[in-house]
């Protein structure tokens, strides 16, 4: 399986941006996605954002389409997180994830793999 290792989360204010990085190892050739997710204490697990393994395609959620933009370094096996423009609703553990499936990316059962999360805070 994968092993995911995320890092860059930390404390904005509203407006300001963030990048957090995930950093892949292990069976990645048997992976075609790494999606990315956000819980708030008390809430389900939130779908954020896909991006595909090896083509870059991507697809978001509609609560950050236009301020969080996806991006991958195959040489480093790691994907990365830009977030601009952020909210105080944007607060949360964002955890990526690594899925064998190219199927239902926005539910989070469909990923095999976890990272340990990475708290981000946004304040007003």
């Known amino acids: 399986q994968v092993q995911l290792v995320e890092s860059g989360g930390g404390l904005a204010q509203a407006g300001g941006s963030l990048r957090l990085s995930c950093a892949a190892s292990?069976?990645?050739?048997?992976?075609?996605?790494m999606g990315w997710f956000r819980q708030v204490p008390g809430k389900e697990r939130e779908f954020v954002a896909v991006i595909g393994w090896s083509n870059g395609s991507t697809y978001y959620a509609d609560s950050v389409k236009g301020r969080f933009t996806l991006s991958r370094d195959d040489a480093k096996n790691t994907g990365y997180l830009q977030m601009n423009s952020l909210k105080p609703e944007d607060t949360a553990v964002y955890y990526c994830?690594?899925?064998?499936?190219?199927?239902?990316?926005?539910?989070?059962?469909?990923?095999?793999?976890w990272g340990q999360g990475t708290q981000v805070t946004v304040s007003a």
């Open positions: 292990g069976r990645t050739f048997s992976s075609y996605a």
């Open positions: 994830a690594a899925a064998r499936t190219r199927f239902r990316l926005t539910v989070a059962a469909s990923y095999d793999s």
